[in-house]
């Protein structure tokens, strides 16, 4: 049992106020316990995990709340005025209860007057942290008397700190920082005084007042701080009318500035599996090693690459129907807003409902409570829900849900085109040629629809390419880009009949034009040369796991299973000149004081005593693919990009069930794969080159834009220029294989040595 007296005074103003209206006698409250106020004393917030890029962008927090923890000092003197205003003008001239404030409250309540506040900061500290809310004589003493407690052992600024940083603010958000984030996306020291104010009239009523669920109540409540701040002295004037004015802008619920969800969840489950569940309330920080900028540019190429191609399908309807009032009056906006209330709206793909439908023009209300127009070209996929006869789970008419995107501004302002999830998936990931750092990671269209990440579970085939691979073995088993190879019909002992994509066939051709051109027919002749089993192994030097590739002829087709990260890894031992680098996405972790718990090892050095291939063999291969993306397959990437330092390999399996293009610069690696979860056909006519090159490009065009061409490097040591093309030195005077050939077998330049011969006799 505890009894505090109070300063006469006081004590008579509190306790009439804690009594008045509530029906119980004030001798009830007269002795009781009281909880301990060591939560308060000795705060120790509970922090969520954070994740972030390797430039400080925030990717994403996990933990049951948003928290962001900033000492007073580094508070803007802005947001405190504005909370002290409307809070507790009093703040620093009372003991923890405001003797006016509760005179003043307990008088109305006597009166019969309006209920008013009387609870100062200290008050509302004492009860969130360590009372319920519950409206009993009781409570509200014992807030009394803890409040003077804790004035008693805590400076007024450390009181206000705590304040804060552990106050609820609404939409999972505890603490000012945390809400400055999440309802305006930026740091709290960037906040206007319009954006303060609306933040500071939160804490009397996050629900009611939530600027994401009512924001004409937000700003309601704002307009009330800001009078406030006007008449405590914290504002002029001018900065009132200024305040008022500003336009507000809240960030969408779950919009992010960087969209990196794969990745965050990567991370999530390597603390959790490292440290435990108490991850989520200690403040552990995981630094990635994306960088924000290329993280952008990934998720968006992905978004447009997806979206393009599965317009080029069929228009599958609306997502729903909801039931819309007939009349167009004042009731039809809450009604369709209503009806959108429990349909996910996205950032891109924005969920809307039909208001009206004609051939012409169809009219949304997007959930924003925006209405636009959709006509035209935006309009023009969509017309079989606008025909008569449609069938109804295709029809466009009013109450439909659909999906909408904007393409950019018309003439009139922002035009917009109608849109649908798509089926489809893609993956990118690329990554530092040198460190093996990975720079973006998109794991698959939208993480909250399907969270599984292509990047680094996905294990498809590869197609044409893993060719580069084979090609690399092949230079070592005496093969080179003169080399020449029968690129015609071909039939395995086992009757096996492989054919180009293009069903042609140009007879024999060299090794680099049977690259750029990705002939079958070519890569299955120069693997019955170099040998299946010697391939797979080789191909263990650049990453790949020999066990997932096939040991027969179909390897040379790139019928084994890879993961996009393996590929953009693979690339990037021929981009940097021989070595293969791991990929490393989790930089460092620390505990909320900064310790470091853990941090990747730094970039091995790029030593000859590490080395995967050959100086020569990159660079040879780097030659080869450069030409790919000027005259081959991929000759897009450097007529769009405008840059000459492009190399790469397009990839499409056997009935196009998988689309990729790997490719690098020298600084990047990168890898796109496009195709269904479920493995089907994406096409008769679909390719590597048509649907994965075009999201390389796009984004390898912003993650280079501010990169200067890098030259050829010289050629190394071991290499000879012979008639325009390059040849390892020892064969000058011949040994090299000539030609690969049904009719003539393997031929050699010159007279093969006895040694030679009998490796080819013997040869695995």
């Known amino acids: 049992m505890f009894l505090l007296s109070l300063r006469p005074a006081v004590a008579a103003l509190a306790f009439v106020a804690a009594t008045a209206g509530l029906g ?56 405190q005025d504005a909370v002290l205003a409307v809070e507790d003008a009093r703040f620093r001239e009372h003991s923890g209860v405001d003797p006016k404030g509760m005179a003043r409250a307990a008088l109305a309540l006597l009166t019969g007057g309006r209920k008013q506040g009387a609870s100062t900061i200290t008050q509302q500290l004492v009860r969130t942290m360590l009372l319920t809310r519950e409206l009993t004589v009781e409570r509200k003493a014992k807030e009394i008397l803890l409040a003077f407690k804790v004035e008693e052992a805590l400076s007024k600024d450390r009181i206000l700190e705590i304040y804060l940083n552990e106050i609820f603010l609404g939409q999972r958000a505890y603490g000012f920082a945390s809400a ?62 200024a305040a008022r004015a500003e336009k507000l802008t809240i960030r969408p619920p779950g919009q992010r500035s960087v969209n990196a969800e794969h990745v965050a969840e990567m991370a999530r489950r390597t603390v959790v599996e490292r440290f435990g569940t108490g991850a989520y309330t200690t403040g552990l920080r995981v630094t990635t090693s994306l960088r924000a900028t290329d993280q952008r540019a990934a998720f968006e190429a992905v978004q447009r690459g997806v979206l393009a191609f599965d317009r080029r399908g069929t228009w599958r309807g609306p997502e729903g129907f909801e039931a819309l009032p007939e009349s167009n009056g004042p009731e039809l906006e809450s009604a369709a807003a209503l009806a959108l209330k429990d349909h ?244 460092k972790i620390t505990d909320a004081q900064g310790k470091v718990l853990f941090e990747a090892p730094p970039p091995a050095a790029l030593t000859e005593d590490n080395r995967a291939l050959p100086e020569r063999n990159a660079y040879v291969m780097s030659s080869l693919l450069n030409d790919v993306t000027r005259v081959g397959t991929a000759a897009r990437a450097q007529t769009l990009l405008k ?75 071991g290499l000879s220029r012979v008639n325009g093309e390059w040849l390892y030195s020892e064969w000058l005077e011949g040994g090299w294989v000539s030609s690969i050939s049904d009719t003539g077998g393997v031929q050699y330049a010159g007279p093969p040595t006895v040694l030679d011969a009998l490796k080819e006799l013997f040869k695995p």
Not at 673 to 687: C, E, M
């Open 643 to 717: 840059r000459p330092d492009l190399y790469g390999k397009t990839g499409t399996t056997n009935d196009a069930i998988d689309a990729w293009f790997t490719g690098y610069h020298p600084s990047l690696a990168t890898a796109v794969w496009l195709g269904y979860d479920k493995p089907r056909s994406l096409g008769a006519s679909a390719s590597g080159g048509g649907l994965a090159l075009p999201i390389w490009i796009d984004f390898m065009g912003d993650a280079l834009k501010s990169v200067p061409v890098v030259p050829p490097p010289a050629p190394p040591a």
């Open 180 to 241: 400055a984030r999440t309802y305006f996306g930026k740091p709290m020291d960037q906040l206007t005084l319009a954006e303060a104010a609306l933040l500071a009239g939160l804490p009397q009523n996050p629900y009611y007042a939530n600027p994401v669920a009512n924001f004409e109540r937000a700003v309601q409540r704002q307009r009330v701080v800001l009078e406030r701040m006007r008449a405590t002295g914290a504002i002029t004037a001018q900065q009132l009318a």
């Open 344 to 587: 996910r709206d996205d950032e891109t793909l924005r969920v809307a409902v039909v208001l009206s439908a004609s051939p012409k023009d169809l009219r949304v209300q997007l959930a924003s409570g925006e209405r636009v127009s959709v006509k035209g070209e935006g309009l023009r996929w969509a017309q079989p829900g606008l025909n008569a006869k449609a069938k109804p789970e295709l029809k466009l008419a009013r109450g439909a849900v659909v999906r909408v995107v904007s393409t950019g501004n018309g003439p009139s302002g922002d035009t917009w085109a109608m849109t649908q999830w798509p089926e489809a998936e893609a993956a990118l990931v690329a990554l530092d040629t040198q460190t093996g750092r990975v720079r973006a990671l998109v794991g698959g269209f939208d993480f909250t629809r399907q969270p599984f990440n292509h990047v680094t579970q996905s294990w498809r085939q590869p197609g044409s390419a893993f060719k580069p691979l084979l090609y690399s073995a092949a230079l070592e088993a005496r093969v080179m880009p003169a080399t020449l190879v029968d690129d015609l019909p071909f039939t395995a002992a086992n009757g096996w009949s492989p054919g180009n994509s293009n069903g042609a066939h140009s007879g024999p051709i060299t090794l680099r034009q049977a690259l750029s051109q990705s002939s079958n027919l070519a890569s299955v002749r120069v693997l019955q040369h170099v040998g299946t089993q010697r391939a797979r192994e080789w191909s263990t030097r650049f990453g790949m796991d020999a066990q997932r590739h096939p040991d027969n002829l179909t390897l040379a087709l790139g019928t084994g299973l890879v993961t996009p990260l393996q590929m953009a890894s693979a690339y990037a031992t021929l981009a940097n000149g021989g070595w293969h680098v791991a990929p490393v996405v989790i930089e």
């Open 24 to 79: 119980t006698p004030p001798a009830a409250a007269a002795t009781f316990e009281l909880p301990p106020i060591d939560r308060i004393v000795n705060y120790q917030p509970k922090l969520p995990l954070q994740v972030f890029t390797a430039d400080g962008v925030e990717i994403a927090q996990f933990g049951a709340e948003r928290r962001e923890y900033v000492p007073l000092a580094r508070t803007p003197k802005l947001l």
